[in-house]
């Protein structure tokens, strides 16, 4: 819902250790550009760069009463996925076990959020993001003292609101910066697509590959929004040779050139900040997007009045049932039995599975009891042997010739997860087929496997059963 009046800052965290800020206002007229800067950051780490350009944001007065905080898109991860279902709080309680093995971090150290592209009545598609949590902790830390974000989002989402915005609604928009690339494709004012690519070196080395990222991304006749600081003038010439001609630029928007602030530099730098500074306004513009989820989703004061509120409730339903007891003799004191037997197996259910709907609880806690009956008894098969005797036998598995680098060995209730680097895929697949024919390990399945910024070695992660 769009909100008629108000303050709000999109805090652009930059992959190069600078800051930049926009501040907006809201009301019945429409949005007004306050402020914008860029800070610089200074430290030995990115994080203490981060945290000196944020004090700097504090000092120059910028507002802090309602804030969304963008990380750079190049520090997460991304998988395209379909649901079948369209419901947000739905999709991110399966998300996690979703981007298990998609994603080369383990679901227990990653937060993740989902953007949907297209959705009907069969479901939606979209893309999930996802970081790492240590990232995710880092950024609140650095944040000054004080400072709540309303939605922790990345610079790719705060692009796409702005570009909405600002009027594209079927083409897309690139963006550079030091250190990082930005490409989002949009349909009918709504993100389709988003790639994001890390520049090193010389950026005008990078020109053909930023052609060819952004191209494949906007339909045919699409307008593109080149926000590509002193990359300009050679990236219009590209997209022109390109044969892309409806181009333009942020210079010419009302938001900068009707504001009492005199904005410096390109404005096409204050784009993601200022898309950051829409959601943190409410605007419709943004997507309801937010990586504060898991350990870091801000608590909702309303749980626990709606909790207690239910507690009272069946504590009164209780005391009608057993006022109707008395009132109708044995046969009420008969049905009042069942009535306690019937609260104590679903509140026992509960306490046992607490996410788990309870539709037919007699046939649920039957199934739940079956299922952890066979969960025992796979427990109770288990050897319990050593991570000792275990690296014995991969050693004794694998063979000898293959050139081979072990990163991590995890052995947890039977399972052994492998994560290394081998010179080719082909190497994988010998390790595989060696574990397999060595009677010692089963199920043996390579979940991840790619190549890194060396092409000269192959990442990759195997997960099995120890017999």
Not at 89 to 111: A, C, F, H, M, T
Not at 153 to 164: H, I
Not at 308 to 320: K, M, N, Q, Y
Request: charged letters at 25%; a negative charge; proline letters at 4%.
């Amino acid at each position: 819902m769009e909100m008629f009046a108000g303050t709000g800052t999109g805090i652009s965290l930059k992959e190069s250790g600078n800051v930049t800020v926009v501040e907006l206002s809201a009301n019945l007229r429409g949005v007004s550009l306050n402020r914008a800067a860029v800070f610089p950051g200074e430290g030995e780490t990115l994080y203490d760069c981060w945290s000196s350009a944020l004090r700097l944001v504090v000092e120059n007065g910028f507002s802090m009463e309602r804030v969304v905080v963008g990380i750079p898109a190049v520090r997460t991860f991304q998988r395209t996925l379909s649901f079948p279902f369209t419901g947000r709080r739905r999709i991110n309680q399966v998300l996690p076990s979703e981007l298990e093995g998609e994603i080369p971090i383990p679901s227990d150290e990653s937060v993740s959020d989902f953007i949907p592209f297209t959705m009907d009545k069969h479901g939606c598609k979209g893309v999930a993001v996802a970081c790492e949590q240590e990232l995710l902790r880092e950024v609140l830390k650095v944040l000054p003292a004080g400072i709540s974000p309303a939605a922790i989002q990345t610079d790719a989402l705060g692009l796409a609101a702005a570009s909405v915005f600002g009027g594209i609604r079927d083409g897309g928009i690139l963006y550079c910066s030091e250190g990082e690339a930005i490409a989002v494709g949009l349909a009918s004012g709504r993100p389709v697509a988003i790639r994001r690519r890390r520049l090193a070196g010389e950026p005008t080395g990078e020109l053909n590959n930023l052609v060819d990222m952004t191209t494949g991304l906007l339909a045919e006749g699409g307008e593109l929004l080149l926000a590509c600081g002193s990359l300009l003038e050679p990236m219009l010439a590209a997209f022109n040779e390109a044969g892309v001609s409806r181009v333009k630029t942020a210079r010419d928007w009302a938001v900068f050139n009707e504001s009492d602030f005199s904005v410096s530099g390109e404005a096409g730098q204050y784009l993601p900040a200022l898309g950051l500074a829409l959601r943190a306004l409410g605007r419709r513009e943004s997507l309801p997007f937010d990586l504060r989820q898991g350990p870091f989703k801000p608590e909702n004061i309303l749980t626990g009045l709606k909790e207690a509120g239910f507690r009272t409730a069946i504590l009164a339903g209780l005391v009608v049932l057993l006022g109707a007891g008395y009132l109708w003799g044995d046969y009420t004191a008969a049905k009042d039995e069942y009535q306690t037997y019937a609260g104590t197996l679903k509140s026992s259910f509960q306490m046992m599975f607490p996410d788990a709907r309870i539709v037919n609880v007699v046939a649920q806690m039957e199934e739940k009891i079956s299922t952890l009956q066979k969960k025992a008894a796979d427990y109770a098969g288990f050897s319990g042997r050593t991570a000792l005797s275990v690296m014995a036998d991969l050693g004794r598995a694998i063979p000898s010739d293959l050139d081979l680098k072990l990163n991590e060995l995890s052995l947890d209730s039977g399972r052994l997860r492998l994560e290394g680097t081998a010179p080719s895929f082909d190497v994988i697949d010998r390790i595989k087929s060696a574990l397999d024919k060595s009677g010692k390990f089963k199920d043996v399945k390579v979940q991840n496997a790619r190549v890194g910024a060396d092409p000269s070695k192959v990442s990759f992660r195997l997960q099995m059963e120890v017999l």
